[in-house]
T-cell receptor, first 113, second 110 residues
Framework: DSGVTQTPKHLITATGQRVTLRCSPR?????VYWYQQSLDQGLQFLIQ???????AKGNILERFSAQQFPDLHSELNLSSLELGDSALYFC????????????FGSGTRLTVV | GQQLNQSPQSMFIQEGEDVSMNCTSS?????WLWYKQDPGEGPVLLIA?????ELTSNGRLTAQFGITRKDSFLNISASIPSDVGIYFC??????????FGKGTRLSVIA
């Protein structure tokens, strides 16, 4: 157990729908990062929050949004889902800016049908 | 965005053999990290490197931060079946989130 908790573990939904992925960071970590892992595409950075505020943005689609709440958990919202959004979505956390690396959760596997 | 070129893409080796994989970038990185991902799990940090030329070991794993700061390699000695998985390099070009390579998929034949 890495200490980073992601729910749900699996999600199957239809095109056009909206889903919310949830992440609880490791105790004491203030930064939360969201990454998307598609087949053969490695880990693509989506967005980072630090202590409730957006800190960095990657190649995140406009249909996707995220937030970090006062208790430091984070949610990634994916809307108007397309088949191509099917992927593993990972949340990671770090104490500060992650100079010593990130701790990853086990991921949410999203399948859009 | 930032690109990391990781090679090889996949490797099939016999148990007991040594393994070498590397990662290059088009720009200078301040930090290089190596992660391993097991099936159904998130990546786990293996080794972190912070200084050009730094050579760090973690058991049978050894990694180096290239002198040019644009590359890094990971060696695994005397591979065993539990070394199977996907190995990712990751780097930070500045005070920015980690950029990951596409991974090296390692298969070990007993």
């Amino acid at each position: 157990d890495s200490g980073v908790t992601q729910t749900p573990k699996h999600l199957i939904t239809a095109t056009g729908q909206r889903v919310t992925l949830r992440c609880s960071p490791r105790s004491g970590d203030l930064s939360v990062y969201w990454y998307q892992q598609s087949l053969d595409q490695g880990l693509q950075f989506l967005i980072q929050y630090y202590n409730g505020e957006e800190r960095a943005k990657g190649n995140i689609l406009e249909r996707f949004s995220a937030q970090q709440f006062p208790d430091l958990h984070s949610e990634l919202n994916l809307s108007s889902l397309e088949l191509g959004d099917s992927a593993l979505y990972f949340c990671a956390s770090s104490v500060g800016q992650g100079s010593y690396g990130y701790t990853f959760g086990s991921g949410t596997r999203l399948t859009v049908v | 965005g930032q690109q990391l070129n990781q090679s090889p893409q996949s490797m099939f080796i016999q148990e007991g053999e040594d393994v070498s994989m590397n990662c290059t970038s088009s720009s200078i990185f301040n930090t290089w990290l190596w992660y391993k991902q097991d099936p159904g799990e998130g990546p786990v940090l293996l080794i972190a490197l912070y200084k050009a030329g730094e050579l760090t070991s973690n058991g049978r794993l050894t990694a180096q931060f290239g002198i040019t700061r644009k590359d890094s390699f990971l060696n695994i000695s005397a591979s065993i079946p539990s070394d199977v998985g996907i190995y990712f390099c990751a780097g930070r070009p500045g005070n920015t989130p980690l950029v990951f390579g596409k991974g090296t998929r390692l298969s070990v034949i007993a």
